[in-house]
């Protein structure tokens, strides 16, 4: 895929959520989403085609600011500021540490399905469908169909954002932040 800078502009804002999984990314270990996306074919009107496949995101990782890290080029004295800071920092309550997110996709394992149908027909009833079966782990996706992977990564990204207060509460209450 080779995207100019305004295609992958038009790529995200034309990329949306249409329903949203019931979980999020847990805590303590990996999360795996199924996703169908959805797109309107270029070439053809009145056809959409479905991408139904898996994202799994990784056990987000707690990283704290290291007090031994290597500071190339600096010498003792800075190393033992920097650690003294970083302990002053943390007794006023202020914690520099962040998670950090990952996914995993695997685009061979992504199958497709093109339906002669109005791209409003398949999303009522692929919202219809996840509504009748309850499956909590399913994200039904909107986006451009030469550039649907922009949507997959918009919706890592949304999901980073709703489970990141859920993350660091869990991690609060084990006391591990």
């Known amino acids: 895929m080779n995207l100019s800078r305004d295609n992958f ?10 329903h949203e999984p019931d979980r999020r990314i847990a805590t303590f270990g990996e999360t795996r989403f ?13 056809e959409v085609r479905i991408r139904s496949g898996e994202m ?3 056990k ?7 007090p031994d890290m290597e500071l190339e080029g600096f010498g003792d004295e800075i190393r033992e ?22 996914f995993r996709f ?11 149908e109005p ?17 909590p782990m ?10 649907w992977e922009i949507a997959l990564m918009k919706f890592s990204l949304e999901m980073i954002t709703h489970s990141h207060h859920i993350n660091t509460f869990d991690l609060q209450r084990k006391k591990l932040l």
């Open 119 to 135: 791209l409003d027909e398949v999303t009522d009833r692929l919202v219809s469908e996840v509504r009748r079966n309850g499956n």
């Open 60 to 66: 987000p990782l707690l990283i704290r600011p290291n």
């Open 138 to 147: 399913l994200a039904i996706l909107e986006g451009v169909d030469d550039a």
């Open 34 to 46: 199924q996703f169908q996306l959805i797109s309107e074919l270029m070439d053809r009107s009145g």
């Open 106 to 116: 695997r685009r061979s394992e992504v199958t497709e399905e093109i339906v002669k």
């Open 81 to 102: 500021r920097l650690s003294k800071l970083l302990e002053a920092m943390r007794q006023q309550g202020i914690d520099l540490a962040f998670l950090q997110y990952g």
């Open 56 to 58: 799994e995101a990784c």
């Open 9 to 18: 502009l038009y790529a995200m804002e034309s990329s949306r959520v249409i």
